[in-house]
């Protein structure tokens, strides 16, 4: 069956260092994967957009990198600060279908 | 701020009633999508419209009806609710090209819905 798994749940971390989150898919051939950020009570936000022929993104302090061979993408964001607090969320397409799946999502919660 | 502005931000409605949500963007998009959220869980597709078209529905209960009046406004018509479909309902909009959408969505603030 396909799957789309975020490693955590939640993710713990001191201001100033590296939070990763990750990734994972099953059974899927995205061409491209995106990560969103969502605030409580509101909209997912887009963060950025990797695509299969891209093996690493970057936008200010966030990373995205992207592995086919493994099915994963990693998220990194770089000195961490407590607004960085909030849900991550990867998504792929389905197939060629316009059907944009969400992964359930790792709560980052960022400590100063 | 977002360009995809959903109305209204909070409804209460009964078992019986009939209520609707809106959605509307002005970026040109061809593709509008309901998702529908549940407390710590992943937002989950409902339907997509294409070029005004309903491209997908995902098995959705008829006592959601959606709607796209033309290519900014999206409704959900919403019909003899269950208490479990309370939830946070999420408007997007997106780039379409044969089929696919081809980039991110924009995504509303949603609608939270209590059915009583």
């Known amino acids: 069956s396909q799957k789309i798994e975020q490693n955590s749940e939640a993710l713990n971390i001191q201001e100033g260092k590296t939070a990763t989150l990750t990734c994972n898919y099953t059974?899927?051939?995205?061409?491209?994967l995106q990560w969103y950020r969502q605030d409580p009570g509101r909209g997912p936000v887009f963060l950025l957009l990797?695509?299969?022929?891209?093996k690493e993104k970057r936008k200010e302090r966030l990373k995205v990198t992207f592995d086919t061979t493994l099915k994963q993408s990693l998220f990194h964001i770089t000195a961490s600060q407590p607004a960085d607090s909030a849900t991550y969320l990867c998504?792929?397409?389905?197939?060629?279908?316009?059907?944009?799946?969400f992964g359930q999502g790792t709560t980052l919660q960022v400590k100063p | 701020d977002t360009e995809v502005t959903q109305t209204p931000k909070h409804l209460v409605m009964g078992m019986t009633n009939k209520k609707s949500l809106k959605c509307e963007q002005h970026?040109?998009?061809?593709?509008m999508y309901w998702y529908k959220q549940k407390a710590k869980k992943p937002p989950e597709l409902m339907f997509v419209?294409?070029?005004?078209?309903?491209?997908i529905n995902e098995s959705v209960p008829s006592r959601f009806s959606p709607e796209c009046p033309n290519s900014s406004l999206l409704n959900l018509h919403l019909h003899a609710l269950q208490p479990e479909d309370s939830a946070l309902y999420l408007c997007?909009?997106?780039?379409?090209?044969?089929?696919?959408?081809?980039?991110?969505?924009?995504f509303g603030e949603g609608s939270r819905l209590t059915v009583l």
């Open positions: 970026m040109g998009h061809r593709a």
């Open positions: 997007a909009s997106g780039v379409v090209e044969a089929g696919s959408n081809t980039g991110e969505l924009f």
């Open positions: 990797i695509r299969e022929n891209e």
């Open positions: 998504a792929l397409e389905s197939g060629n279908t316009g059907k944009l799946i």
């Open positions: 059974n899927y051939s995205p061409a491209y």
């Open positions: 419209y294409s070029y005004e078209k309903l491209s």
